[in-house]
């Protein structure tokens, strides 16, 4: 299953994730981030990965769970059932 989460504030955000009709979920969960320390932040020429995707392990241990999303950021959860 695939869950998007976007944070547009400056202060990370803990959200309530409830995925209905899922019984478990199978290890293996990853959270793609994108975010920048600063609302200006940019690619360039000179720092063309200043603002890049990273893939982070995240575990999640049932259908019901509590996600941290950073600031200023976009998350996409993938989470095999």
């Given amino acids: 299953m695939i869950v998007k989460l976007v944070n547009p504030v400056s202060e990370s955000r ?3 994730i409830q ?3 899922a019984h478990s979920i199978k290890p293996g969960a990853t959270a793609v981030v994108l975010a920048g320390k600063n609302l ?3 690619n360039s020429l000179d ?3 200043n603002i890049s995707p990273r893939t982070v392990p995240i575990e999640v241990k049932s259908p ?3 996600q941290v999303v950073p600031a200023r950021a976009m998350m996409v959860l993938r ?3």
């Fill in 19 to 21: 995925l209905e009709g």
């Fill in 64 to 66: 019901s769970f509590n």
């Fill in 14 to 16: 803990e959200v309530s």
């Fill in 40 to 42: 200006a932040d940019e």
């Fill in 79 to 81: 989470l095999p059932l």
């Fill in 47 to 49: 720092a063309p990965t």
